[in-house]
């Protein structure tokens, strides 16, 4: 296998460093990758949907296999341009096409899909600018607090909880009045809101069978507490402990299969990774979202928990040999926390100089470049201190000892991670 991933995040470090392991770092491209990245493959200088110039990239480092880590790519339809291509359409990529790929890109959309296949959900209602007053009405139904979604990809940040009404319908007028996401919220979903307790299951499909990735729980807000704006995520754990055996066979009797089944029935053209955003109420799962693509800050918990070859699924699901069931995952815990750029996730100064006093393989890098030889700032989220434990404690202590070895001017960090868990563990 000759890779090219797609991103420049610490979730595509963290594919990196699994598959060079796998298939050696000569095998392995990344478009743009970042400072991190450079050691377990080669960074190419590609925008992540400028088309032309990964095929062009592709072609000539001879790639067979192209796998896009974030959900721009997939959303303007990078599949769609290298099987449309004739030089381009020997190479597996591993995503599904744009129209599938409004699972993640259009939440009108997703509830649609699930709405077919009955599969849980939050009742809801879609908006636009020549409805909006539908939308303060349909708030007025609700109890608080209200919850609002642009239709379309705001980079982790389109989905708004407000506890008042009239705030509510303010919001809702930001977004498609005002155009507060730009194309993004021309559609709002509004929600019940669901009360429970969140985590993410992973699969891997090939468009007819699936096999399941460690589960993880992530933390999007920048405060402590979970208060604060949205971010790209803060930290996760891995796995989580309050999803038992009887919560698993819920998800995929009622969640999984279902989804895996309907993206046939509806003859969606879909493989690759399946995110789903899952909500547990009174013990019962159900779909808050659907990434087409692994998560971030997930993946660099679940990609290390893996006990298995990456690189070896990833072949299964390209030769459409996957079968029903769960990765292989390792004992015990493993944790990621952000270190950020303060100011994240508003604005904020790059360019600030790191340095490293520790050189773990599991010190993923997001927002890093090499500057004048120098490692230096380029994101809000600069690093991801991955870490391992047999117990939750012992993995979160790792991570932060691990953080504090990371140096930069005005170094933020979340430290009540995996907080929230440990009632579970006890």
């Known amino acids: 296998m000759r890779i090219l991933i797609v991103g420049s995040g610490a979730r595509e470090h963290a594919i990196a460093w ?69 030089a381009s359409k020997h190479i597996y990529v591993l995503s599904p096409d744009k129209y599938a790929g409004q699972l993640e890109s259009s939440k009108s959309f997703a509830k649609e899909f699930m709405a077919k296949e009955n599969i849980p959900t939050a009742a ?16 007025d139904s609700l109890n608080p607090p209200y919850v609002l979604k642009a239709d379309g990809l705001a980079a982790g940040k389109g989905v708004l909880i407000i506890d008042n009404v009239e705030e509510a319908k303010a919001a809702l007028k930001d977004m498609l009045v005002d155009r ?22 992973f699969a891997l499909t090939d468009g007819k069978n699936y096999t399941l990735l460690p589960e993880a729980k992530d933390y999007k807000r920048v405060g402590e507490g979970d208060i604060g704006l949205n971010t790209g995520g803060m930290g996760a754990v891995s796995p989580v402990p309050f999803y038992d055996e009887n919560l698993k066979q819920k998800t995929i009797e009622r969640i999984v299969i279902p989804t895996v089944k309907g993206l046939h029935n509806q003859d969606l053209n879909f493989r690759g990774f ?49 079968t029903n069931g769960t990765a292989r995952i390792k004992s015990g815990y493993c944790t990621t926390v952000f270190a950020v750029s303060g100011g994240y996730p508003e604005s904020y100064k790059k360019g600030k100089v790191i340095t490293l006093n520790d050189n773990s393989e599991t010190l993923f890098h997001a927002g890093t470049k090499m500057e004048n030889d120098m490692l230096c700032t380029s994101g809000g989220r600069v690093m991801a201190a991955t870490c391992f434990g047999d117990t939750l404690q012992n993995a979160l202590q790792a991570s932060y000892e691990k953080l504090s070895y990371i140096e930069f001017e005005n170094k933020q960090y979340r430290t009540d991670i995996g907080n929230d868990l440990k009632v579970y563990t006890t």
């Open 18 to 86: 699994k598959l060079s392991g796998e298939i050696g770092k000569e095998n392995i491209f990344i478009a743009p990758g970042n400072g991190g990245t450079l050691t377990c493959g080669t960074n190419v200088n590609g925008d992540i949907t400028d088309f032309e110039a990964l095929k062009k990239i592709a072609l000539a480092n001879d790639i067979d296999t192209l796998l896009p880590g974030s959900e721009d790519a997939i959303a303007q339809g990078v599949r769609d341009y290298f099987e449309a291509d004739s």
């Open 124 to 139: 809801y209602k879609a908006f636009t600018h020549e409805t909006v007053n539908d939308g303060y009405v349909f708030l």
């Open 180 to 201: 507060k996401f730009g194309d993004a919220s021309d559609t709002v979903v509004i929600e019940e809101f669901l009360d429970g307790i969140e985590f993410s299951v």
């Open 274 to 322: 399946i995110f789903f955003g899952l909500i547990a109420v009174n013990g019962n799962p159900y779909v808050i979202e659907y990434n087409v693509r692994l998560g971030d800050p997930e993946t660099e918990v679940l990609i290390p928990m893996l006990d298995e070859s990456f690189s070896e699924l990833i072949l299964a699901a390209k030769n459409e040999k996957l």
